[in-house]
């Protein structure tokens, strides 16, 4: 599957970006997506994923309230929709896919990686 990530940004504390994800190359039904994000100087860390299958996201404890994941499955596109960015959120931000082995679980790594998209906060 090849996944290319689009929509960062430049954008002040507080506003709002919405990050896309699109799919192709194999069907998502048996997989989820996730973003993870990058800072310079830092290990990548997970920010969110979504399961296919039936749409169920998941957070890390940074984003959530804040952070919302979708998946559209027509048009085989994930969104992160970021709301009340912080500068901390300033981080290259990569989507990434994973086969699920079984119904309503998680894949155990994340095979499948886009390039990244740069979102910056500024103070």
């Known amino acids: 599957v090849q996944l290319q990530a689009s929509g960062g940004g430049l954008v002040q504390a507080g506003d709002s970006l919405r990050l896309s994800c699109t799919a192709s190359?194999?069907?998502?039904?048996?997989?989820?997506v996730g973003w993870f994000r990058q800072a310079p100087g830092k290990e990548r860390e997970f920010v969110a994923a979504?399961?296919?299958?039936?749409?169920?996201?998941k957070y890390t404890d940074s984003v959530k309230g804040r952070f919302t994941v979708s998946r559209d499955n027509a048009k085989n596109t994930v969104a992160l929709q970021m709301n009340r960015l912080l500068p901390e959120d300033t981080a290259a931000y990569y989507c990434?896919?994973?086969?699920?082995?079984?119904?309503?679980?998680?894949?155990?790594?994340?095979?499948?990686w886009g390039q990244g998209t740069l979102v910056t906060v500024s103070s």
């Open positions: 990434a896919a994973g086969v699920t082995t079984l119904p309503r679980s998680w894949p155990r790594r994340f095979d499948y």
């Open positions: 979504v399961r296919w299958s039936d749409g169920v996201p």
């Open positions: 190359g194999r069907t998502l039904s048996s997989s989820a």
